[in-house]
């Protein structure tokens, strides 16, 4: 195997930054970093990317080794077709640990050409810490080095509104870009901060909101092999990624021109309300997957391709996304039947191994915002309950007995939900078990007792379960 590097490839073009990126992992690399190389190539966006570790304690020497280039290796069916493609991503043009070199982070700043941030420092590493009380020192959080970044850009542009730079989270949090922007704020003040940083922060700064969906399974190590051989180089940084890409952001037009999709092919939306989206995906994609897991895993599957490649699940799992699913929703039926689609060629990737035990994680908080809306709008518009959500519902509530006739089940939740469960399970009275289920506020949002019908029908499906 070749080495990989920027000699050995020919990729010698140096381009302006024009891109900040907090988070080096596999997600940014296989989707964003990914489609700005795309850009690069098809639509004369001409810029690099500078990626900021928002962990580790030192930079890969490795990724450095390699020049920052990396391969992203699509797998995957796509419209009826298996998608099989490599692509040498080359955007990236440098790493900085601020928490090793904060002065080199705060440079990036006054890079002329520099217009957007992107970030991923995870759900959990978006958040505000009074503890960084002196931006002297490089912060912890990753919103209070944003600030400080923003900051360090305000003063190198004197307050010029024209310089200031577009914000694309990529966390998966509700209204990423104003949960951001408001902790931006929050560090102004607790850093007292200048008003006209604050001011020019709102006249020339745009946090979007955004949502993103790309699964990127990451390093290929069962595969690398195969995929060296396909290459030519050895490569340590190399990402899997499915075909599937969605990035939805709301935010100003001009980013349409940025993107240029008809262009380019790339599956980016610049929208005024991302609502839409974002319930389509959390009712098909995600109420989908978490309605079929119960179901699924009693029936012995173990993960999400074995239930939808079996005859009589895959079956009931089309059944329930256009039959009961999709009804529900007001949107256009058009763009959902479409959507669904995608998102079974998702299901049906032979390349991806998606364990159903791993998507049952919290599957109570899960199924409440998932699959219960659909339920509840189903029953609103027909006047009769979905039975196939039904069926899911009381698998759910046979899921947290914790056992199957042939084992135990390893159940995550929280220990609230998992004490809950143990207790009213030590009984066999179904009704007594359904009753005290329906009526967990906590749980559901709401006293489910008062659905017409719904206790019954859990009852007789748990009968079933039971056998």
Not at 337 to 347: E, K, N, T
Not at 377 to 385: A, F, I, N, Q
Not at 456 to 463: I, K, P
Request: proline content about 5%.
């Amino acid at each position: 195997m070749k080495t990989l590097d920027r000699k050995t490839t020919g990729n010698t073009v140096d381009r302006p930054l024009r891109v900040v990126q907090f988070g080096t992992g596999n997600f940014l690399r296989g989707f964003a970093d990914w489609m700005v190389d795309i850009l690069n190539e098809k639509a004369d966006f001409n810029g690099s990317i500078h990626l900021v570790q928002t962990k580790g304690q030192q930079v890969p020497e490795s990724f450095v080794g390699q020049d920052y280039l990396y391969h992203v290796w699509l797998r995957g069916f796509a419209k009826g077709e298996t998608i099989d493609q490599v692509r040498l991503v080359s955007c990236v043009a440098g790493i900085n640990n601020p928490e090793l070199d904060y002065s080199g982070f705060l440079d990036l700043a006054a890079q002329p050409e520099l217009k957007y941030v992107i970030s991923n420092a995870t759900e959990a590493g978006v958040y505000f810490d009074l503890k960084d009380a002196d931006f002297a020192q490089c912060p912890k959080a990753f919103p209070g080095k944003l600030t400080a970044l923003l900051y360090a850009r305000f003063l190198h542009v004197a307050g010029d509104v024209a310089k200031g730079l577009v914000i694309l989270p990529c966390e998966l949090i509700s209204n990423n870009g104003d949960t951001l922007h408001d902790m931006v704020v929050s560090y102004a003040y607790l850093w007292q901060l200048t008003p006209k940083f604050l001011a020019w922060l709102e006249a020339s700064c745009v946090f979007c909101n955004t949502l993103v969906d790309r699964i990127v399974p990451g390093y290929p190590k069962e595969e690398i092999v195969e995929l060296e051989s396909k290459t030519g180089f050895r490569d340590d940084w190399a990402v899997v990624a499915e075909p599937y890409h969605f990035w939805a952001i709301q935010g100003p037009e001009f980013l349409n021109d940025v993107f240029q999709t008809e262009k380019t092919g790339l599956e980016v939306h610049i929208v005024d309300d991302l609502t839409g989206f974002q319930t389509r995906k959390v009712r098909i994609l995600n109420g989908a997957h978490t309605a079929t897991v119960p179901v699924a895993y009693l029936a012995g599957k173990r993960t999400v391709r074995e239930a939808v490649e079996d005859t009589l699940m895959g079956k009931t799992m089309q059944e329930t996304v256009f039959h009961e699913i999709i009804p529900s929703m007001d949107l256009p039926k058009e763009e959902l039947h479409a959507y669904a689609a995608a998102v079974f060629d998702r299901f049906r990737n032979p390349f991806i191994r998606h364990e159903l035990i791993s998507i049952a994680l919290n599957s109570v908080s899960k199924f409440r915002v998932r699959v219960l809306p659909s339920i509840l709008s189903y029953h609103e518009k027909t006047g009769s309950l979905p039975p196939n959500l039904m069926r899911s519902f009381a698998a759910l509530l046979f899921f947290y007995s914790g056992k199957t006739s042939q084992e135990p089940i390893p159940l995550k939740d929280t220990a609230e939900v998992l004490q809950f469960f143990a207790q009213i399970w030590q009984s066999d009275n179904l009704e007594m078990i359904v009753e005290k289920a329906l009526r967990q506020v906590d749980f559901w949002g709401q006293d489910l007792r008062e659905i017409p019908g719904l206790q019954e029908a859990l009852v007789q499906e748990l009968e079933v379960l039971q056998g």
